[in-house]
Antibody, heavy 117, light 110 residues
Framework: QVQLVESGGDLVKPGGSLRLSCAAS????????MTWVRQAPGKGLEWVAY????????FYADSVRGRFTISRDNAKDLVYLQMNSLRVDDAAVYFC??????????WGRGTLVTVSS | QAVVTQEPSLTVSPGGTVTLTCGSS?????????PYWFQQQKPGQAPRTLI????KTHSWTPARFSGSLLGGTAALTLSGARPEDEADYYC?????????FGGGTKLTVL
């Protein structure tokens, strides 16, 4: 079954760090760009970052550039989002998605990140 | 950065037809924006992709959904609404490789 499963969401204090993971099954991520999208409580969708098949090309939203890092391990079919210097407004459900952020084909179920002191 | 606009909310009767639109602050939406439409049953739940590249559908897209360009906007038309179509709908436009989501439309089937 083709699916994406995110993990790593947690409660973290402002200024803290967290690493999210996205495990793919039913397909090989090396064939695809991969993306992270988030949704703050009561808000709409916001793309966060996406990464090329080989990992050599990466794009970030202005809101996270310099604080978040997207990466991938094609051998393990895993995608990561390292989040540093977390702010209250980073609190959201984070979705992993297959495809570049301009062409999302498949979505994961999401993992919840809460940022609060 | 471009702003993508959608109706905040719409209501359709069961069996009725409704059109959701997706506009751009930079001018008319064209096929070059590669419009996408996503459905999210409840906030926080996984969205699913309904329409890509203006009017292309996936194998799981119900036939009652269709995409088009309409009056300078991207449009998602639902013909024969069902209760399970009550959801939030988001469009996505691409601006030379930079994605921008619309704010979403809450569709009520009532």
């Amino acid at each position: 079954q083709v699916q994406l499963v995110e993990s790593g969401g947690d409660l973290v204090k402002p200024g803290g760090s967290l690493r999210l993971s996205c495990a793919a099954s039913g397909f090989t991520i090396s064939d695809y760009y991969m993306t992270w999208v988030r949704q703050a409580p009561g808000k709409g969708l916001e793309w966060v970052a996406y990464i090329s098949k080989s990992g050599t090309t990466i794009f970030y939203a202005d809101s996270v550039r310099g604080r978040f890092t997207i990466s991938r391990d094609n051998a393990k079919d895993l995608v990561y989002l390292q989040m540093n210097s977390l702010r209250v407004d980073d609190a959201a459900v984070y979705f992993c998605a297959r495809g570049p952020a301009t062409a999302i084909y498949l979505w994961g179920r999401g993992t919840l990140v809460t940022v609060s002191s | 950065q471009a702003v993508v606009t959608q109706e905040p909310s719409l209501t359709v009767s069961p069996g009725g037809t409704v059109t959701l639109t997706c506009g751009s602050s930079t001018g008319p939406v064209t096929s070059g924006h590669f419009p996408y439409w996503f459905q999210q049953q409840k906030p926080g739940q996984a969205p699913r992709t309904l329409i890509y590249d203006t009017n292309k559908t996936h194998s799981w897209t119900p036939a009652r959904f269709s995409g088009s360009l309409l009056g300078g906007t991207a449009a998602l038309t639902l013909s024969g609404a069902r209760p399970e179509d009550e959801a939030d709908y988001y469009c996505l436009l691409s601006y030379f490789g930079t994605p921008v989501f619309g704010g979403g439309t809450k569709l009520t089937v009532l």
